[in-house]
């Protein structure tokens, strides 16, 4: 059984930083690529950044500069740096990792169940 879990939000004042993990356990071949999302209230989910197997990266637009998004291969873990938070970045940031279980031939994506970022003074 594959499990992704996110890990390290919380309350962080205007101009703060933190840094979010995702850690991917269990019967896991491989891993191709991994992404952080997040869903403000009353507002959908949307893509925050993502990491391909080849190291290549993709931000959205309201975070280039600000955030960066890593990943270590040996930890099967993905990390989001978020610096210089804002308010509106507020909200549940999910993460998903596409994985390939032992035996299986392709991978499929798992989910974490999301952490809550607060920013406020």
């Known amino acids: 059984q594959v499990q992704v879990v996110e890990s390290e939000g919380g309350l962080v004042q205007p101009g703060g930083s933190l840094r979010l993990s995702c850690a991917a356990s269990?019967?896991?071949?491989?891993?191709?690529?991994g992404g952080w999302y997040r869903q403000a209230p009353g507002k959908e989910r949307e893509l925050v950044a993502n990491i391909a197997s080849s190291g290549r990266t993709n931000y959205a637009d309201s975070v280039k500069g600000r955030f960066t998004i890593s990943r270590d291969n040996a930890k099967n873990t993905v990390y989001l740096q978020m610096n210089n938070l804002k308010p509106e970045d507020t909200g549940v940031y999910y993460c998903?990792?596409?994985?390939?279980?032992?035996?299986?031939?392709?991978?499929?994506?798992?989910w974490g169940k999301g952490i809550l970022v607060t920013v406020s003074s």
């Open positions: 998903n990792q596409d994985i390939v279980e032992t035996g299986w031939a392709y991978g499929r994506y798992y």
């Open positions: 269990g019967s896991i071949f491989m891993i191709n690529g």
